[in-house]
């Protein structure tokens, strides 16, 4: 697979730039760590960069201080989910990734999962219920329509915040407690049982590009909070499917990513099932992370593209939604 990235990018060009970090979503330690990489991998090619933490100060500094475009690095609400991105379009400052509408159609779980059935992209069977819906005698019911176990998410948030395997009926008013610490409508999704997939996207429209598929191994089959970030024993695979499968894959992300309206970059998680080795698309990230952890620096290696050449490249395609 050839990089899709140009590699002459004048540094000095991209003018003084805000590295978008913390924030203050619950996916703020994530941030923290995916902005500080960032920021480092800039200055390490000759970029203007400096560290911006909207929890610590307005975003209309940007503008004060004269910054020439932003890397967002923030994850989550407040970040991920198009309000950011409104702020900065109304400011005039360029921003990496997706615009306004893309992020907070991909943030919504639920919302993305509509949009993919609709157009006869396979996801997981699901259920949406508001807080005032589950009630315990509702919650009991789930599992009857869903089968066991099941997936209980909090929509709006990422990193795996808030999401429980209930395993059996006695699981689910636990599962559905946590997760209501997080949002107020709630997403119960069928559990397909098989391999962990995930599949970055750079680009945007006809010239966007899959990268290679990573098949992820977590200790227990638990990819969590803790097995993303503070663990060093989770695989991930290269080159571990088939190579008409992968191809498969691939091409049904860049459908995905499509759909909803992405730029720039992406990663899309999916589950592959193991009865029939067929993928289910579960959610598209539009700020992925940027951690010594995390998959789209892995997936860009893979194709050599190194961490400071993909955040300069990333960089270099900020813009605006507006003309």
């Known amino acids: 697979m050839t990089s ?3 590699h002459n990018i004048d540094a000095r060009a991209l003018g003084k730039v805000a590295v978008l970090l913390g924030g203050y979503s619950a996916e703020r330690p994530v941030s923290l760590m995916s902005g500080t990489g960032v920021l480092d991998a800039l200055k390490s090619v000759g970029v203007d960069a400096h560290a911006f933490d909207p929890a610590e100060q307005p975003l209309q500094a940007l503008k ?3 910054f020439d475009r932003a890397f967002i690095a923030l994850h989550g609400r407040g970040g991920e989910d198009g309000t950011l991105q409104g702020a900065l379009e109304w400011l005039g400052v360029p921003y990496t990734g997706s615009g306004v509408t893309a992020s907070g159609v991909a943030m919504d779980k639920t919302m993305t999962k509509r949009l993919w059935a609709n157009e006869g992209l396979p996801t997981p069977q699901y259920l949406a219920l508001t807080r005032a819906e589950l009630t315990r005698e509702r919650i009991r019911t789930i599992p009857d329509e869903l089968g066991l176990p ?5 929509p709006h948030e990422g990193s795996s915040i808030g999401i429980t395997k209930a395993a059996g009926y006695s699981d689910m008013q636990a599962a559905v407690e946590l997760a209501l610490g997080f ?3 709630l997403l119960f999704e069928q559990c397909i049982e098989g391999p962990e997939l995930t599949c970055a996207v750079l680009g945007e429209g006809d010239g966007a590009m899959a990268l290679p598929v990573i098949e992820i191994r977590a200790e227990a089959g638990n ?3 803790a097995n993303k970030y503070e663990t060093d024993t989770t695989q991930y695979l290269f080159g571990s499917l088939p190579a008409t499968l992968e191809v498969e894959i691939r091409d049904l992300v860049l459908k995905a990513y499509r759909l909803l ?3 720039g970059w992406g990663r899309a998680d999916l589950m592959l099932r193991q009865s029939d080795m067929k993928p289910f698309l579960l959610e598209m990230n539009t700020s992925p992370g940027m951690t010594s952890h995390s998959l789209v620096p892995k997936a860009a ?3 050599g593209i190194d961490y400071p050449q993909l955040c300069l490249w990333l960089l270099a395609q900020a813009r605006l939604d507006r003309k």
């Not at 099941?150 to 909090?154: F, R, T």
């Open 261 to 263: 309206g992405c730029r």
């Open 4 to 6: 899709p990235i140009a």
């Open 223 to 225: 990819y969590d909070f």
């Open 64 to 66: 004060d201080q004269a």
């Open 150 to 154: 099941v997936v209980v998410k909090p």
């Open 301 to 303: 290696k893979a194709i």
């Open 183 to 185: 949002d107020d409508e």
